[in-house]
Protein backbone atom coordinates (compact mmCIF):
# COMPACT_ATOMS: atom_id res chain seq x y z
CA UNK A 1 0.00 0.00 0.00
CA UNK A 2 0.95 3.53 -0.82
CA UNK A 3 0.08 6.77 -0.20
CA UNK A 4 -0.31 9.69 -2.63
CA UNK A 5 -1.24 13.00 -1.28
CA UNK A 6 -2.47 15.95 -4.22
CA UNK A 7 -2.75 19.41 -3.67
CA UNK A 8 -5.03 21.93 -4.59
CA UNK A 9 -2.49 23.14 -7.59
CA UNK A 10 -2.26 19.78 -8.48
CA UNK A 11 -6.32 19.43 -9.32
CA UNK A 12 -7.32 23.21 -9.65
CA UNK A 13 -8.77 22.57 -13.44
CA UNK A 14 -9.71 19.83 -15.80
CA UNK A 15 -6.58 19.37 -16.91
CA UNK A 16 -4.68 18.96 -13.75
CA UNK A 17 -7.06 16.55 -13.00
CA UNK A 18 -6.47 14.79 -16.20
CA UNK A 19 -2.30 14.66 -15.03
CA UNK A 20 -3.36 13.01 -11.74
CA UNK A 21 -4.79 10.22 -13.88
CA UNK A 22 -2.01 9.96 -16.19
CA UNK A 23 0.65 9.92 -13.05
CA UNK A 24 -1.97 7.16 -11.48
CA UNK A 25 -1.31 4.89 -14.39
CA UNK A 26 2.38 4.47 -14.30
CA UNK A 27 1.17 2.76 -11.00
CA UNK A 28 -1.24 0.25 -12.43
CA UNK A 29 -1.28 -3.12 -10.41
CA UNK A 30 -0.37 -0.90 -7.02
CA UNK A 31 -2.58 -0.37 -4.18
CA UNK A 32 -2.97 3.50 -3.70
CA UNK A 33 -5.04 5.83 -0.88
CA UNK A 34 -4.94 9.14 -2.79
CA UNK A 35 -5.62 12.07 -0.57
CA UNK A 36 -7.01 15.19 -2.75
CA UNK A 37 -7.15 18.47 -1.52
CA UNK A 38 -9.95 20.87 -2.88
CA UNK A 39 -9.50 22.62 -6.11
CA UNK A 40 -7.45 25.57 -6.79
CA UNK A 41 -8.51 28.80 -4.71
CA UNK A 42 -11.80 26.48 -3.33
CA UNK A 43 -10.67 26.48 0.30
CA UNK A 44 -10.24 30.61 0.20
CA UNK A 45 -14.05 31.03 -1.13
CA UNK A 46 -15.14 28.91 1.13
CA UNK A 47 -13.49 30.95 3.99
CA UNK A 48 -15.08 34.34 2.43
CA UNK A 49 -18.53 32.68 1.83
CA UNK A 50 -18.05 31.29 5.80
CA UNK A 51 -17.09 35.51 6.74
CA UNK A 52 -20.29 36.41 4.91
CA UNK A 53 -22.49 33.55 6.67
CA UNK A 54 -20.82 34.63 10.01
CA UNK A 55 -21.84 38.14 9.43
CA UNK A 56 -25.11 37.49 8.27
CA UNK A 57 -25.12 38.69 5.35
CA UNK A 58 -26.75 35.58 3.71
CA UNK A 59 -27.35 37.60 0.15
CA UNK A 60 -23.18 37.25 -0.29
CA UNK A 61 -22.88 34.17 0.91
CA UNK A 62 -25.24 32.46 -2.03
CA UNK A 63 -23.66 34.65 -4.25
CA UNK A 64 -20.34 33.21 -3.69
CA UNK A 65 -21.42 29.87 -3.62
CA UNK A 66 -23.23 30.43 -6.86
CA UNK A 67 -19.96 31.53 -8.25
CA UNK A 68 -18.07 28.24 -6.54
CA UNK A 69 -20.53 25.84 -8.12
CA UNK A 70 -20.05 27.48 -11.99
CA UNK A 71 -16.28 26.49 -11.05
CA UNK A 72 -16.87 23.38 -10.35
CA UNK A 73 -19.34 23.04 -13.21
CA UNK A 74 -17.03 23.61 -15.67
CA UNK A 75 -14.60 21.55 -14.39
CA UNK A 76 -17.28 18.33 -14.60
CA UNK A 77 -18.48 20.03 -18.58
CA UNK A 78 -14.20 19.57 -19.34
CA UNK A 79 -13.81 16.17 -18.02
CA UNK A 80 -16.73 14.42 -19.36
CA UNK A 81 -17.79 13.78 -22.32
CA UNK A 82 -21.25 12.71 -21.71
CA UNK A 83 -23.61 14.33 -18.78
CA UNK A 84 -24.61 10.59 -18.25
CA UNK A 85 -20.77 9.91 -16.53
CA UNK A 86 -20.91 13.18 -14.51
CA UNK A 87 -21.44 13.42 -10.99
CA UNK A 88 -23.71 15.91 -11.53
CA UNK A 89 -26.44 14.30 -8.67
CA UNK A 90 -23.35 14.25 -6.13
CA UNK A 91 -22.08 17.45 -6.89
CA UNK A 92 -25.20 19.25 -7.17
CA UNK A 93 -26.70 17.14 -3.50
CA UNK A 94 -23.05 18.80 -2.07
CA UNK A 95 -24.03 22.37 -3.18
CA UNK A 96 -28.04 22.05 -2.07
CA UNK A 97 -26.07 20.99 1.62
CA UNK A 98 -23.66 23.59 1.71
CA UNK A 99 -26.48 26.12 0.95
CA UNK A 100 -28.72 24.88 3.55
CA UNK A 101 -25.79 25.32 5.75
CA UNK A 102 -25.81 28.88 5.03
CA UNK A 103 -29.14 29.54 5.16
CA UNK A 104 -29.61 28.62 8.73
CA UNK A 105 -28.83 30.54 11.78
CA UNK A 106 -25.50 31.05 12.68
CA UNK A 107 -24.62 29.47 16.37
CA UNK A 108 -22.23 31.63 17.17
CA UNK A 109 -19.10 29.12 17.22
CA UNK A 110 -17.24 30.80 14.65
CA UNK A 111 -14.79 27.15 14.73
CA UNK A 112 -17.52 24.82 14.72
CA UNK A 113 -19.27 26.32 12.20
CA UNK A 114 -15.97 27.16 9.92
CA UNK A 115 -14.90 22.91 10.35
CA UNK A 116 -18.69 22.13 9.06
CA UNK A 117 -18.93 24.65 5.93
CA UNK A 118 -14.69 24.60 4.78
CA UNK A 119 -14.91 20.79 4.54
CA UNK A 120 -17.11 21.07 1.43
CA UNK A 121 -14.12 21.30 -0.61
CA UNK A 122 -12.68 18.20 -0.53
CA UNK A 123 -16.19 16.59 -0.82
CA UNK A 124 -16.45 17.94 -3.92
CA UNK A 125 -12.75 17.42 -5.40
CA UNK A 126 -12.52 13.86 -4.39
CA UNK A 127 -16.36 13.36 -5.79
CA UNK A 128 -14.96 14.84 -9.17
CA UNK A 129 -11.63 12.78 -9.24
CA UNK A 130 -12.94 9.97 -8.24
CA UNK A 131 -15.80 9.86 -10.98
CA UNK A 132 -13.01 11.04 -13.54
CA UNK A 133 -10.90 7.98 -12.62
CA UNK A 134 -13.77 5.49 -12.71
CA UNK A 135 -14.90 6.82 -16.18
CA UNK A 136 -11.07 6.57 -17.31
CA UNK A 137 -11.35 2.25 -16.69
CA UNK A 138 -9.38 3.08 -12.70
CA UNK A 139 -10.91 0.41 -10.21
CA UNK A 140 -11.01 3.37 -7.67
CA UNK A 141 -13.36 3.90 -4.66
CA UNK A 142 -14.79 6.91 -2.58
CA UNK A 143 -14.15 6.93 0.97
CA UNK A 144 -15.58 9.64 3.65
CA UNK A 145 -12.43 11.02 6.07
CA UNK A 146 -15.49 12.33 7.75
CA UNK A 147 -15.76 8.68 9.11
CA UNK A 148 -12.84 7.60 8.97
CA UNK A 149 -10.37 10.22 10.86
CA UNK A 150 -11.23 10.58 14.20
CA UNK A 151 -10.53 13.92 16.10
CA UNK A 152 -11.20 15.74 19.46
CA UNK A 153 -13.47 18.19 19.30
CA UNK A 154 -10.59 20.81 18.76
CA UNK A 155 -12.38 23.03 16.34
CA UNK A 156 -9.99 23.70 13.04
CA UNK A 157 -6.79 22.22 14.80
CA UNK A 158 -8.47 18.76 15.78
CA UNK A 159 -6.40 15.81 17.26
CA UNK A 160 -6.29 12.38 16.22
CA UNK A 161 -7.72 10.02 18.13
CA UNK A 162 -5.15 7.12 17.20
CA UNK A 163 -6.56 3.94 18.70
CA UNK A 164 -9.81 4.58 17.43
CA UNK A 165 -8.71 5.78 13.54
CA UNK A 166 -6.64 3.32 13.06
CA UNK A 167 -9.50 0.59 13.72
CA UNK A 168 -11.49 2.80 11.36
CA UNK A 169 -9.02 2.91 8.85
CA UNK A 170 -7.78 -0.40 8.37
CA UNK A 171 -11.23 -2.01 8.45
CA UNK A 172 -12.71 0.52 5.82
CA UNK A 173 -9.90 0.11 3.24
CA UNK A 174 -9.24 -3.50 3.57
CA UNK A 175 -13.18 -3.72 2.94
CA UNK A 176 -12.49 -1.76 -0.35
CA UNK A 177 -9.34 -3.95 -1.29
CA UNK A 178 -11.22 -7.28 -0.76
CA UNK A 179 -14.36 -5.41 -3.47
CA UNK A 180 -11.16 -5.35 -5.90
CA UNK A 181 -10.75 -1.67 -5.83
CA UNK A 182 -7.34 -0.93 -6.08
CA UNK A 183 -7.10 3.07 -5.51
CA UNK A 184 -9.16 4.53 -3.00
CA UNK A 185 -9.76 8.79 -3.19
CA UNK A 186 -10.33 10.40 -0.12
CA UNK A 187 -10.01 13.55 1.67
CA UNK A 188 -7.31 15.47 2.94
CA UNK A 189 -7.76 18.08 6.17
CA UNK A 190 -10.93 16.92 7.66
CA UNK A 191 -12.29 13.84 9.98
CA UNK A 192 -14.87 13.90 12.46
CA UNK A 193 -15.20 14.15 16.87
CA UNK A 194 -17.37 11.49 18.64
CA UNK A 195 -20.44 12.88 18.06
CA UNK A 196 -19.80 12.61 14.38
CA UNK A 197 -19.44 16.41 13.34
CA UNK A 198 -16.65 17.19 10.79
CA UNK A 199 -13.61 18.71 12.39
CA UNK A 200 -10.48 20.08 10.02
CA UNK A 201 -6.97 19.28 11.22
CA UNK A 202 -5.26 23.07 10.69
CA UNK A 203 -2.46 24.10 8.81
CA UNK A 204 -0.98 21.55 6.69
CA UNK A 205 -3.79 19.42 7.30
CA UNK A 206 -4.35 16.91 3.49
CA UNK A 207 -0.49 16.68 4.36
CA UNK A 208 -1.17 15.20 7.57
CA UNK A 209 -3.89 13.05 6.55
CA UNK A 210 -1.50 11.55 3.95
CA UNK A 211 0.63 10.28 6.78
CA UNK A 212 -2.30 9.14 8.90
CA UNK A 213 -3.17 6.82 6.69
CA UNK A 214 0.68 6.04 6.19
CA UNK A 215 0.91 5.06 9.61
CA UNK A 216 -2.76 3.22 10.32
CA UNK A 217 -1.75 0.63 6.82
CA UNK A 218 1.99 0.54 7.89
CA UNK A 219 2.05 2.06 4.06
CA UNK A 220 5.49 1.56 2.38
CA UNK A 221 5.84 5.26 1.12
CA UNK A 222 4.28 7.96 1.34
CA UNK A 223 4.14 10.46 -2.25
CA UNK A 224 3.31 14.96 -1.93
CA UNK A 225 2.89 15.62 -5.34
CA UNK A 226 3.76 19.43 -6.00
CA UNK A 227 4.18 21.97 -8.53
CA UNK A 228 8.15 21.72 -7.16
CA UNK A 229 10.71 19.59 -8.42
CA UNK A 230 11.61 19.00 -4.17
CA UNK A 231 12.87 20.17 -1.33
CA UNK A 232 15.32 23.11 -2.46
CA UNK A 233 17.79 23.99 -0.24
CA UNK A 234 16.47 27.54 -0.29
CA UNK A 235 13.71 29.23 -1.55
CA UNK A 236 14.56 30.70 -4.97
CA UNK A 237 12.45 34.23 -4.24
CA UNK A 238 15.61 35.08 -2.03
CA UNK A 239 18.71 32.81 -2.94
CA UNK A 240 20.21 32.52 -6.54
CA UNK A 241 21.46 29.11 -7.32
CA UNK A 242 18.93 26.62 -5.44
CA UNK A 243 20.09 23.25 -5.03
CA UNK A 244 17.76 19.92 -4.88
CA UNK A 245 17.61 18.29 -1.94
CA UNK A 246 17.40 14.62 -3.09
CA UNK A 247 17.93 12.48 0.35
CA UNK A 248 17.48 13.79 4.13
CA UNK A 249 16.54 12.45 7.15
CA UNK A 250 13.24 13.11 9.13
CA UNK A 251 15.28 15.13 11.87
CA UNK A 252 16.52 17.18 9.76
CA UNK A 253 13.61 17.99 7.73
CA UNK A 254 12.00 18.79 11.34
CA UNK A 255 14.60 21.18 12.11
CA UNK A 256 14.54 22.96 8.58
CA UNK A 257 10.39 23.39 9.21
CA UNK A 258 11.18 24.44 12.48
CA UNK A 259 13.49 27.44 11.65
CA UNK A 260 10.68 28.50 8.84
CA UNK A 261 11.59 26.56 5.59
CA UNK A 262 8.84 26.12 3.11
CA UNK A 263 8.83 22.10 3.75
CA UNK A 264 7.04 19.57 5.24
CA UNK A 265 5.21 20.34 8.54
CA UNK A 266 6.75 18.54 11.48
CA UNK A 267 3.30 17.01 12.70
CA UNK A 268 3.71 15.39 9.03
CA UNK A 269 6.75 14.21 9.57
CA UNK A 270 6.56 12.60 13.37
CA UNK A 271 4.26 9.90 12.58
CA UNK A 272 6.10 8.83 9.80
CA UNK A 273 9.02 8.77 11.59
CA UNK A 274 7.30 6.40 14.82
CA UNK A 275 7.32 4.31 11.45
CA UNK A 276 10.54 4.53 9.15
CA UNK A 277 7.91 5.42 6.56
CA UNK A 278 10.02 7.39 4.04
CA UNK A 279 7.92 10.29 2.55
CA UNK A 280 8.78 11.47 -1.26
CA UNK A 281 8.01 14.93 -2.12
CA UNK A 282 7.76 15.30 -6.30
CA UNK A 283 6.57 16.98 -9.23
CA UNK A 284 3.34 16.54 -10.70
CA UNK A 285 4.43 18.83 -13.84
CA UNK A 286 7.64 16.17 -14.21
CA UNK A 287 6.56 13.31 -12.47
CA UNK A 288 9.75 11.32 -13.75
CA UNK A 289 12.00 13.35 -11.68
CA UNK A 290 13.60 11.67 -8.94
CA UNK A 291 11.92 14.29 -6.48
CA UNK A 292 13.35 14.51 -2.89
CA UNK A 293 13.03 11.78 -0.27
CA UNK A 294 12.75 12.32 3.60
CA UNK A 295 14.16 8.83 5.13
CA UNK A 296 15.52 8.19 8.40
CA UNK A 297 19.14 8.06 7.71
CA UNK A 298 21.23 10.95 8.76
CA UNK A 299 24.31 10.30 6.20
CA UNK A 300 23.22 12.90 3.49
CA UNK A 301 22.31 15.43 6.42
CA UNK A 302 25.18 18.06 6.12
CA UNK A 303 26.14 17.52 2.50
CA UNK A 304 24.37 20.95 0.93
CA UNK A 305 23.89 24.04 3.75
CA UNK A 306 20.16 24.96 3.47
CA UNK A 307 19.24 28.81 3.79
CA UNK A 308 15.72 30.05 5.39
CA UNK A 309 15.47 33.25 5.05
CA UNK A 310 12.74 35.20 7.26
CA UNK A 311 11.97 38.94 6.42
CA UNK A 312 10.10 41.98 8.12
CA UNK A 313 11.97 40.87 11.36
CA UNK A 314 11.62 42.81 14.72
CA UNK A 315 14.35 42.61 17.39
CA UNK A 316 12.89 43.94 21.42
CA UNK A 317 15.29 44.47 23.71
CA UNK A 318 14.06 44.68 27.23
CA UNK A 319 16.01 45.75 30.05
CA UNK A 320 14.87 46.02 33.62
CA UNK A 321 14.63 49.56 35.21
CA UNK A 322 16.87 48.74 37.87
CA UNK A 323 19.36 46.91 35.91
CA UNK A 324 19.33 44.11 38.05
CA UNK A 325 19.44 40.78 36.28
CA UNK A 326 17.62 38.94 34.25
CA UNK A 327 16.12 35.93 36.29
CA UNK A 328 13.89 33.18 35.95
CA UNK A 329 10.92 35.63 37.26
CA UNK A 330 11.24 38.28 34.49
CA UNK A 331 11.61 35.18 31.73
CA UNK A 332 8.32 34.08 33.02
CA UNK A 333 6.69 37.75 32.91
CA UNK A 334 7.89 37.47 29.67
CA UNK A 335 7.18 34.56 28.14
CA UNK A 336 3.72 34.52 29.46
CA UNK A 337 2.79 37.81 27.71
CA UNK A 338 4.15 36.26 24.45
CA UNK A 339 2.45 33.36 24.63
CA UNK A 340 -1.25 35.07 26.24
CA UNK A 341 -1.26 36.68 22.80
CA UNK A 342 0.41 33.81 20.50
CA UNK A 343 3.28 36.07 19.95
CA UNK A 344 6.06 33.33 18.20
CA UNK A 345 9.14 33.94 19.32
CA UNK A 346 11.57 33.26 16.49
CA UNK A 347 15.42 33.86 18.02
CA UNK A 348 16.13 34.76 21.60
CA UNK A 349 19.48 35.93 23.01
CA UNK A 350 19.73 37.25 26.48
CA UNK A 351 22.38 38.91 28.39
CA UNK A 352 22.98 39.77 32.40
CA UNK A 353 20.60 42.71 32.30
CA UNK A 354 18.67 42.41 28.42
CA UNK A 355 16.51 40.02 27.03
CA UNK A 356 16.46 40.48 23.15
CA UNK A 357 14.54 38.33 20.85
CA UNK A 358 12.96 38.44 17.43
CA UNK A 359 9.23 38.32 15.88
CA UNK A 360 7.73 39.00 12.43
CA UNK A 361 6.55 42.55 12.92
CA UNK A 362 3.07 40.94 10.82
CA UNK A 363 2.18 38.97 13.86
CA UNK A 364 2.36 41.17 16.64
CA UNK A 365 1.09 44.56 17.68
CA UNK A 366 4.21 46.34 18.69
CA UNK A 367 2.86 49.54 19.87
CA UNK A 368 0.69 47.52 22.49
CA UNK A 369 3.90 44.71 23.43
CA UNK A 370 5.79 48.32 23.62
CA UNK A 371 3.20 49.43 26.12
CA UNK A 372 2.86 46.74 28.04
CA UNK A 373 6.60 46.00 28.92
CA UNK A 374 7.53 49.87 29.19
CA UNK A 375 5.70 49.83 33.04
CA UNK A 376 8.91 47.70 34.26
CA UNK A 377 11.92 47.87 31.04
CA UNK A 378 13.16 49.77 29.15
CA UNK A 379 12.05 48.77 25.56
CA UNK A 380 13.76 49.42 22.64
CA UNK A 381 13.64 47.62 19.08
CA UNK A 382 15.18 47.32 15.40
CA UNK A 383 12.78 46.62 12.42
CA UNK A 384 12.99 45.74 8.56
CA UNK A 385 15.56 42.93 9.82
CA UNK A 386 15.86 39.82 7.82
CA UNK A 387 16.60 36.97 9.80
CA UNK A 388 18.75 33.85 7.78
CA UNK A 389 19.09 30.72 9.44
CA UNK A 390 21.99 28.48 7.58
CA UNK A 391 22.16 25.07 8.42
CA UNK A 392 25.85 22.93 8.17
CA UNK A 393 26.89 26.29 7.76
CA UNK A 394 30.80 27.23 6.97
CA UNK A 395 32.28 30.64 7.08
CA UNK A 396 31.90 31.30 2.75
CA UNK A 397 28.28 30.47 3.19
CA UNK A 398 27.49 33.34 6.12
CA UNK A 399 29.86 35.84 4.30
CA UNK A 400 27.61 34.67 1.22
CA UNK A 401 24.29 35.98 2.57
CA UNK A 402 25.58 38.74 4.53
CA UNK A 403 27.61 40.59 1.92
CA UNK A 404 26.86 43.88 2.14
CA UNK A 405 24.82 44.15 4.81
CA UNK A 406 25.65 44.74 8.90
CA UNK A 407 25.16 41.91 11.34
CA UNK A 408 22.99 43.02 14.55
CA UNK A 409 22.78 39.33 16.25
CA UNK A 410 24.70 36.18 15.47
CA UNK A 411 24.55 32.82 16.87
CA UNK A 412 26.07 29.65 16.48
CA UNK A 413 25.62 25.96 17.04
CA UNK A 414 27.57 23.35 15.69
CA UNK A 415 25.23 22.60 12.77
CA UNK A 416 23.12 26.13 12.82
CA UNK A 417 24.34 29.31 12.63
CA UNK A 418 21.35 32.11 13.03
CA UNK A 419 21.87 35.78 11.69
CA UNK A 420 20.10 39.02 12.31
CA UNK A 421 20.59 41.43 9.27
CA UNK A 422 20.01 44.59 7.99
CA UNK A 423 20.45 46.57 4.94
Known sequence: MRIFKFGGASVKDADAVRNVAKILKTYEGEELVVVVSAMGKTTNALEAIMQSFANGDQKDARRQVDALYIFHQTILAELFSSSSHAPNGAIDALFEALKTRIEGSFSGDFHFEYDQLISFGELLSTTIVNAYLKNEGFSSAWADARTLVRTDDHWREGRIQWEVTEVLIQNSIKSFIDEGH??????????????????TLGREGSDFTAAVFAYCLDAEDVTIWKDVPGMLNADPKYFDNTV????ISFKEAIELAYFGASVIHPKTIQPLKRKKIPLHIKSFLNPSAPGSVIQESLDFDDQIPSFIFKMNQVLVSLTPKDFSFIIEENLEHIFGYLNKEKIRINLMQNSAVSFSFILDESKADLSQLVAYFSADYLVKYNKNLELVTIRHYDEPTIRRVTAGKKIILEQKSRQTARLVISD
Open 182 to 199: SIIVTQGFIGHESNGYTT
Open 244 to 247: LLEK
